[in-house]
């Protein structure tokens, strides 16, 4: 049986607000990147985020796409990382920003970072709504988190529960989940 939403843990509000905030501190680190920067955006889960991030963010951009998969089916165990495709503007000697939904056991970060980085960029950022604290490792470096999360497992706002969930405009936990966000400060 499908699991159902225990409850939202992040409303609509509090996303729009710190995404605002999350694309102030984006265009500020980039505001000397005259060429403009190229964003690789790791799919599905980031649909959501991006869209919202992006239009907020001024400067000259070309977005790319990346397909990893983690979690196969109806689980909520990662069963690790797979690249299985992308699709990318020539990041050569540009700065990349890398946008993910959440970082859980940062298996597939690492998969996308290493990629991105064999492609001779001047430099690599990466940004995510969620950031499960416990258990993202320490060699996967992220340079802008929405909100800290304990681990939970979330769905909505991108974030899907076997393909479904991923239209909510909010954040919510599946029923069993835990306690609530710590917003980045
Ligand atoms: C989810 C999520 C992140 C990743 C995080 O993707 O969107 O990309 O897992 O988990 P990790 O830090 O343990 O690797 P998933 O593989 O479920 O695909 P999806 O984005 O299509 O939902």
Redo the contacts with the bound molecule.
């Keep these: 049986m499908e699991p159902t939403i225990d409850r939202i843990l992040i409303s609509e509000n509090a996303l729009r607000d710190r995404v605002a905030a999350l694309a102030e501190e984006i265009a500020a680190t980039y505001r000397d990147a005259d060429g403009g920067i190229a964003i690789v955006t790791?799919?599905?889960?980031?649909i959501v985020f991006l869209a919202d991030l992006i239009r907020r963010l001024p400067m000259r951009m070309r977005v790319g796409l990346a397909m990893?998969?983690?979690?196969a089916g109806p689980t909520r165990v990662?069963e690790g990382?797979v690249l299985r495709s992308w699709s990318l503007p020539d990041v050569a000697g540009l700065d990349v920003l890398i946008v993910?939904?959440?970082?859980?056991?940062?298996?597939?970060?690492r998969v996308v970072q290493r990629a991105v980085a064999g492609l001779d960029p001047r430099s690599v950022r990466t940004a995510v709504l969620l950031r499960k604290v416990a258990k993202a490792p320490a060699d996967v470096s992220v340079d802008f988190v929405g909100f800290d999360i304990e681990d939970v497992f979330v769905v909505g706002y991108g974030?899907?529960y076997d393909g479904v969930y991923r239209n909510l405009p909010y954040v919510a936990v599946l029923a069993d989940g835990g306690p609530g966000p710590r917003p980045v400060s």
Excluded: E
């Design positions: 790791v799919l599905a889960g980031s990893v998969s983690s979690y990662s990382a993910d939904d959440i970082v859980d056991t940062g298996g597939t970060l974030l899907d």
